[in-house]
């Protein structure tokens, strides 16, 4: 049998700890002896700053008797006293502040032991001003007699700590010894596998200028966290391209530029392009009107436009290359860039509804649809999602349709709707119908409520209930004919509930009103 990891016996340790009322003799060995195991485990000096903290909570309510039991209780053949940093450990935490207190004395401090430095941090916050105080004196006279090695421990549960109320006490205290930590034990913070560690990190070596170029570049051109990766950039950014003046970009700023642009995260080519005005460099965001985020095509569309150019036939042009070269972002651009210039838009995008990237078609629909008036229609956009193989391209072709659901065919969405269709084109049908207006939605789900699909069928008796508790229920015009289709559609319909039957009933008994 495998023997378990330090993350399934800290996981351990938590469930008993959380139970103190039912410690018996047998639980609290287990107890020790689990604590124990935990200590000698390789991995547990890696143990992070959250699980430290639930420690504290838990271990509160946990009878200082405990360093007593020992595993004989279970038939042990020797007896397992509670190793001297775990009696520490229960101590510290305690629900009494005088064994609090009396723990953080200089001569109780079990320096060297996983414990200790971040269980002195959570005191840092404590409640009560005695224990504090003793606690911050503590924290200092640990960590000048650690190694470096237990700094980014510290430094990452005084973080985790820092909203706590008082909580800044011991980040000031750690701060203090980071000032002058050398490289290496900032890339170890910059690498830790928390990305809440390396985002306070980042803050705080930028705060005591311990970050250099190279570093930040590596951290905003890989660093899998997004606000890590923007945040590494506008710093760089800020130190090559300073705000508030326009200067062309050095010869070293421009290699950083493009390095930056060519990110595969759009929040850092979003920062980037921001930064091209002021660098003199609007040629650098022109391929960036196509780019796959709008929030990038947005900015450089602001950087063009800053420096005097229109980013209209930017657009255009890219629009009339080879097929292959076409991209979603590409038909997107040229779509926000508000051309009506000569050749008007739509005739440059609709030769792409036939485009073979679904991701171009999508875009394409997309475009035409958000036209004013709209360049795409009805009947094209029914055809789509019948027949176009993607699902993206599906998807965009319904919601335009439910946009304008009162101009579809009824005849055509039934037809969609019959049984022996597809059942993804049958659900967007009944999206569809049911947007056409207030009864028409009751009467399709009605009709769906013993539906041959059991997914339309429970799509539809949920809806039900939403309706009814919509305040649009029973608000318009109801025709006779419409009135005795419900009535008869209700009769079929116990599986409603009462309660809903009633009010439906009741709302198709109003007067009719506009």
């Not at 979603?328 to 990237?357: I, K, M, N, Y």
Request: glycine residues 6%; charged residues 25%.
């Amino acid at each position: 049998m495998t023997a378990p990891t330090a993350t399934a016996r800290s996981t351990v340790v938590l469930h008993l700890l959380g139970r103190p009322g039912y410690l018996t003799a047998d639980r609290g060995a287990e107890l020790v002896r689990a604590l124990n195991e935990l200590a000698d485990s390789t991995e547990f000096s890696a143990t992070g700053p959250h699980w430290w903290s639930a420690f504290d909570e838990h271990a509160r309510g946990i009878d200082q008797s405990l360093s007593r039991v020992t595993a004989s209780a279970v038939g042990s053949p020797a007896p397992q006293e509670l190793l001297p940093g775990w009696k520490w450990a229960l101590a510290v935490c305690a629900a009494d502040g005088r064994i609090r207190q009396r723990a953080l004395a200089s001569g109780e401090l079990p320096v060297g032991e996983p414990a200790a430095i971040p269980l002195l941090v959570v005191r840092c916050s404590d409640w009560a001003a005695p224990v504090r105080a003793a606690a911050r004196v503590a924290l200092a006279d640990v960590l000048a007699r650690s190694g470096p090695a237990e700094l980014p421990r510290a430094a990452a549960m005084a973080w985790s700590c820092e909203q706590r109320r008082r909580g800044e006490d011991a980040v000031r205290i750690v701060a203090g010894h980071l000032a002058g930590a050398p490289p290496e034990l900032w890339r170890g913070l910059f690498a830790d596998p928390d990305h809440r560690v390396r985002r306070r990190a980042l803050s705080a070596a930028v705060d005591v200028d311990r970050c250099d170029m190279p570093q930040l570049l590596r951290l905003a051109a890989s660093d899998p966290d997004v606000v890590v990766a923007r945040s590494a950039a506008e710093h760089l950014l800020g130190t090559l391209v300073p705000s508030g003046a326009d200067i062309p970009a050095t010869p070293q700023a421009e290699a950083v530029l493009r390095r930056l642009l060519a990110s595969r995260v759009s929040a850092v080519r979003a920062v980037t392009v921001t930064v091209l005005r002021r660098a003199q460099r609007p040629d650098l965001a022109e391929p960036f009107t196509a780019d796959r985020s709008k929030q990038v095509r947005e900015i450089a569309r602001w950087v063009l436009r800053s420096s005097g150019q229109d980013p209209a036939p930017i657009c255009r042009a890219r629009l009339v290359r080879p097929a292959v070269e076409i991209t979603p972002g590409a038909v997107a651009g040229l779509a926000e860039s508000g051309d009506v210039g000569v050749p008007p838009a739509a005739d440059l995008l609709r030769p792409h509804l036939t485009h073979q990237r679904p991701g171009v078609r999508a875009a394409v629909v997309r475009a035409l649809g958000a036209m004013r008036p709209a360049a795409v229609t009805t009947a094209e956009l029914l055809t789509l999602m019948e027949h176009d193989p993607a699902p993206r391209v599906v998807r965009t072709a319904a919601t335009l349709l439910e946009a304008e659901a009162d101009t579809v065919p009824r005849s055509r969405l039934d037809d969609l709707l019959a049984p022996g269709r597809p059942a993804p084109l049958r659900a967007r049908a009944a999206r569809i119908l049911r947007a056409t207006g207030t009864w028409e939605r009751l009467e399709i789900d009605l009709r769906l409520l013993h539906d041959a699909d059991p997914d339309l069928a429970v799509a539809a008796r949920r809806d039900i209930r939403v309706w009814v508790g919509s305040a649009a229920a029973g608000r318009a015009r109801l025709s006779d004919e419409q009135r005795q289709t419900l009535l008869a559609l209700l009769h079929a319909a116990p599986s409603i509930g009462d309660g809903n039957l009633r009010l439906i009933r009741f709302l198709l008994s109003r007067t009719d009103r506009p």
